[in-house]
């Protein structure tokens, strides 16, 4: 595991590895970042990270000791995976005391989720985001529809649970049918109980950085980075996908955090050059491990938004090779989760990275839950 020292780092290096210090830009011995192509050092809120490939252990034998204080010493060391389910439970927890809090006063926010037809996988995605609202104390109602509906029936229910003072966020699970309207449907939802971020008001407030309700997943990725201590004021940001629901809302919201932020999509020139450039990695492109080793810069923070069902045995083995939790659960259900990096060899060069499963997943139901108590508060004004 990453270990941490407190302080700055007293250096005794070849001169080549001061050169390298001098052209990251750090101010004398107290590098925040120093980076060779066989050695990462980096220094975090809390002190200084260490992780050497191995040709970088080699050297460090020729060159004992490469830190010189007492106890300083070089650990080989992965990337750190980042628990989204720890997040999203923490988060979860403290919507749950809140919600306790306005009980006392006899209120009791409330969120309505709209499934319309019998799609599986939706099916279960609505039930989960019910339960949790039981769990935690909300007002939950399902509305199951038929997958005939019509746009002017859905807009019909739409506008019911606006009214229902009761609800105080409204959820359309997507996809919704072909023949239905989307664009008309999500307008339709009142901007004040609208948790999912997706009226054109709330994207517009977001761009111009107002006060607003904003996409579960993107703001997931915020907590995550927030509360694993990165820093994302000056850093390069790639956001990797540019759909409304994720990327374009992710890399407002990076901006809004003063990372300089540059949106890849499928027609990017030179894709791995530009993702290498990148202190934070987003990726939520949906394609299957496409973000590579060689993608990464060492030390960067990469997060994976991508959930890819992978049913094929030899994609399976190529991706995770013998890895037995991977194949167990292949076994059991047929498929695995695989996310938009290939997580095998980039937690070899990554500092930190969000797995999948376990990673922005289980984040997205916990922002979905912030969101509803966000609205219930502005509606309410509690
Ligand atoms: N389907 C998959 N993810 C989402 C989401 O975040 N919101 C809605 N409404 N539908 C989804």
Redesign the pocket.
């Known amino acids: 595991m990453m270990k941490l020292w407190e302080g700055t780092i007293p250096l005794l290096a070849e001169e080549g590895w001061r050169d390298s210090l001098i052209e990251d830009g750090a101010p004398g011995w107290s590098a925040r970042r120093y980076c060779s192509a066989d050695l990462l050092l980096r220094l975090r809120p809390i002190g200084l990270a260490l992780r050497a490939t191995p040709s970088a252990l080699s050297l460090r034998s020729a060159h004992p000791p490469l830190l010189c204080e007492e106890g300083h010493k070089f650990h080989d060391v992965a990337a750190t995976f980042i628990n989204g389910t720890k997040i999203a439970e923490d988060i979860k927890r403290e919507v749950a005391s809140e919600l306790e809090n306005l009980k006392h006063r006899g209120i009791q926010p409330g969120l309505a989720v709209v499934l319309v037809g019998d799609d599986a996988a939706?099916s279960a995605?609505v039930n989960m985001k019910a339960k949790t609202c039981e769990q935690l104390g909300f007002y939950s109602r399902k509305l199951m529809m038929p997958s005939s509906l019509s746009t002017d029936q859905l807009l019909c229910e739409v506008r019911k649970l606006n009214q229902d003072d009761a609800i105080d966020g409204i959820?359309?699970?997507?996809?919704l049918p072909k023949h239905v309207n989307k664009h008309a449907i999500l307008e339709s939802v009142d901007p004040q109980k609208d948790v999912?971020g997706?009226h054109s008001a709330n994207v517009g407030s977001l761009v111009l950085g107002h006060e607003t309700l904003v996409?579960?997943?993107p703001l997931g990725v915020m907590e995550v980075l927030r509360r694993s201590g990165v820093k994302i004021e000056g850093a390069n940001a790639i956001v990797l996908g540019r759909s409304d629901?994720v990327g374009k809302p992710q890399a407002i919201l990076l901006m809004h955090a003063n990372a300089t932020v540059t949106i890849c999509h499928s027609k990017t020139r030179n894709l791995p050059d530009v993702v290498r450039q990148a202190d934070i990695v987003v990726a939520a492109i949906g394609k299957t491990a496409m973000v590579t080793r060689d993608w990464v810069k060492p030390g960067a923070v990469v997060i994976d938004v991508g959930t890819n069902k992978v049913s094929d045995r030899a994609e399976v083995q190529r991706l995770f090779g013998d890895d037995p939790t991977r194949w167990k659960d292949f076994e059991k259900r047929g498929y695995i989760w695989v996310g938009d990096v290939d997580e095998r060899g980039v937690k070899e060069v990554a500092s930190m990275m969000t797995p999948v499963p376990g990673g922005v997943g289980p984040m997205?139901i916990a922002t979905?839950m912030k969101n509803t108590l966000k609205a219930a508060r502005t509606r309410r004004a509690v």
């Open positions: 939706s995605y959820l359309v699970q997507l996809p999912d997706f996409a579960c997943t629901d997205t979905l």
